[in-house]
């Protein structure tokens, strides 16, 4: 079985700072992969990075890195230069070779931007 | 264009009502999936097609009835509905068909917000 956790149940941040929003993911297959997806109070989900689990190198896009220590477990998103449309529901998610499409998702971190 | 459409946006119905939700998507995904997700909650997920046949069912109620009439669209057939399916149904889908390999992420549609009354 896998687990996701999110601890932060909630996260302030000044506009323009840099804020990591954690995650820890307990599984015991060899490969697998993890994922941060946005979700706005409008309610899509939006899609920001991915992190496969032999991959040598943490995974960038744009703004937005993933912080990820294989022996720690831990997948943690950094969001650089904050913006107000930056605030929202941050879900951390897996799939793994068990069932690549069954996705577990975390209980979410909602994040505020402060001008 | 990683583009999945949901219709309707919103729907109001009673619990003898019956009502389909529709998705669909034009990007060669070989994956579609349903969620429901309730307040402040993850989604969760009901239904799983790969290659347009029903590969996963969480153990969902027969008053959700899941149809994919073709490797673009995917529907979610309702009837007799309690209030607590009161939610948002995402609709998403990803690249990989298969459950052995890594269907990197899933594209998620805006959702229908549904209530029941």
């Known amino acids: 079985a896998q687990k996701i956790t999110q601890t932060q149940p909630g996260m302030f941040v000044q506009e323009k700072e840099a804020v990591t929003l954690d995650c820890t993911y307990d599984t015991s297959d060899p490969s697998y992969g993890l994922f941060w997806y946005k979700q706005p109070s409008s309610g899509e989900m939006i899609f920001l990075i991915y992190?496969?689990?032999?991959?040598?190198q943490n995974a960038t896009e744009g703004r937005y890195s993933l912080n990820f220590q294989k022996a720690r477990k831990s997948a943690n998103l950094v969001i650089s230069a904050s913006q107000l449309g930056d605030s929202a529901m941050y879900f951390c998610?897996?799939?793994?070779?068990?069932?690549?499409?069954?996705?577990?998702f975390g209980t979410g971190t909602k994040l505020q931007v402060i001008p | 264009d990683t583009e999945v459409t949901q219709t309707p946006k919103h729907l109001v119905m009673g619990m003898t009502n019956k009502k389909s939700l529709k998705c669909e998507q034009h990007?060669?995904?070989?994956?579609m999936y349903w969620y429901k997700q309730k307040a402040k909650k993850p989604p969760e997920l009901m239904f799983v097609y790969s290659y347009e046949k029903l590969s996963i069912n969480e153990s969902v109620p027969s008053r959700f009835s899941p149809e994919c009439p073709n490797s673009s669209l995917l529907n979610l057939h309702l009837h007799a509905l309690q209030p607590e399916d009161s939610a948002l149904y995402l609709c998403a889908s990803s690249q990989g068909g298969s459950m052995t390999s890594s269907s990197y992420e899933q594209y998620f549609g805006p959702g229908t917000r549904l209530t029941v009354t």
């Open positions: 992190q496969g689990s032999y991959d040598q």
């Open positions: 998610a897996m799939s793994s070779t068990g069932g690549y499409q069954k996705v577990t």
């Open positions: 990007m060669g995904h070989r994956a």
